[in-house]
């Protein structure tokens, strides 16, 4: 398992910008963000290959960023004009190789996004 350490959550007002990072044991293929709110299920937010290739959910799409270190096997993810419907638990998520053994996904323990209106 791919160890993966989440940072930056917090509580802000609607409007305002959060940047949530996470630290990865070693390197994968693909690297993103899911988010799940009581009761539903979890939902990609961004996620992003090594190659660059990105893919957003539509309820982000315009305001969050996610963008990647490779040389530091970071990830991270910029949202702007947050929303109240944007308050969720957000999970570092990973997939990808180590050398030719498939690792499968990894995730985080979550750190949590909560805005106010």
């Known amino acids: 398992q791919v160890q993966l350490v989440e940072s930056g959550g917090g509580l802000v007002q609607a409007g305002e910008s959060l940047r949530l990072s996470c630290a990865a044991s070693?390197?994968?293929?693909?690297m993103g963000w899911y988010r799940q709110v009581p009761g539903k299920q979890r939902e990609l937010a961004a996620l992003?290959?090594?190659?660059?290739?990105?893919e957003y959910s539509d309820s982000v799409k315009g305001r969050f960023t996610i963008s990647r270190d490779n040389a530091k096997n970071m990830v991270y993810l910029q949202m702007n004009s947050l929303k109240p419907e944007d308050t969720a638990v957000y999970y570092c998520?990973?997939?990808?190789?180590?050398?030719?053994?498939?690792?499968?996904?990894?995730w985080g323990q979550g750190t949590q996004v909560t805005v106010s209106s």
């Open positions: 992003m290959h090594r190659d660059g290739r990105t």
């Open positions: 998520w990973a997939r990808g190789s180590r050398g030719s053994a498939w690792m499968g996904e990894s």
């Open positions: 070693e390197f994968m293929f693909s």
